[in-house]
């Protein structure tokens, strides 16, 4: 099945700086990846998502790539800000009506002021 | 407020009980999901029901087991519970039946089996 593994596991930054997280996938036939964002005491919520046929999607100031020659696709916060401290997570699916969702095991993003 | 509801938010309970998690999903969404969240384990996919049908099975133990009733709700049945269970579980909803559209996700339950 899908493995999804996503990389660093913690991540801290100045606010102001940039930070990436990237992710990998083993099925080709994934074509669907959000990110979500889990804030302390709350469930995930999504923040962008981008699917295959798409090698790039920007929102504001997050933005999400993707390879899928390589199936890695990323996450790009710029100017980033204290309120962006959180745990991202990636995930990947092939859809249909028996695709799993897989999640990635999430990078903790620290923005210190 | 993502429009799903769980409950309960906590629960202490001792090895080899039963417990239920209830989840109400957002108006209009016929697909659930049901997720568990541990600190090594990362959000583990469960199983998902449609408009009352299970879709979808993930790395679901067979000692928990999961429905969703004609009002749409759902519960998650944990039984012989042991050490290792003690997680956060997540219930999500959508629209429709693909998992290729936005979730929205509750705000969990933690369990923590003593």
């Known amino acids: 099945g899908e493995n999804v593994e996503q990389h660093p596991s913690t991540l801290s930054v100045q606010e102001g700086d940039s930070a990436v997280i990237k992710c990998t996938y083993s099925?080709?036939?994934?074509?669907?990846f959000p990110w979500y964002k889990q804030e302390l005491g709350k469930g995930p919520q999504l923040i962008i998502d981008?699917?295959?046929?798409?090698g790039e999607k920007k929102d504001q100031r997050i933005a999400v790539t993707l390879n899928k020659t390589a199936k890695h696709f990323s996450l790009h916060i710029t100017e980033t800000q204290p309120e962006d401290s959180a745990v991202y997570f990636c995930?990947?699916?092939?859809?249909?009506?028996?695709?799993?969702?897989?999640f990635g095991k999430g990078t903790k993003l620290s923005v210190k002021p | 407020d993502s429009g799903v509801t769980q409950t309960p938010k906590h629960l202490i309970t001792a090895t080899g009980q039963r417990v239920t998690l209830r989840c109400s999903p957002r108006?209009?969404?016929?697909?659930v999901y049901w997720y568990q969240q541990s600190l090594d384990q990362g959000l583990q996919f469960l199983i998902q029901?449609?408009?009352?049908?299970?879709?979808a099975k993930g790395n679901i133990l067979e000692r928990f087991s999961a429905q969703q009733f004609p009002d749409l709700h759902s519960e998650l049945n944990l039984s012989s519970l042991e050490l290792g269970d003690s997680a956060l579980y997540f219930c999500?909803?959508?629209?429709?039946?693909?998992?290729?559209?936005?979730?929205?996700f509750g705000s969990g339950t933690q369990l923590s089996v003593l």
């Open positions: 999500a909803s959508s629209p429709g039946v693909s998992t290729n559209e936005k979730l929205f």
């Open positions: 099925d080709s036939a994934s074509n669907y």
């Open positions: 981008i699917r295959s046929n798409v």
């Open positions: 995930a990947a699916s092939k859809g249909g009506s028996q695709g799993n969702l897989i």
């Open positions: 108006s209009g969404d016929l697909s």
């Open positions: 029901y449609y408009n009352g049908e299970e879709r």
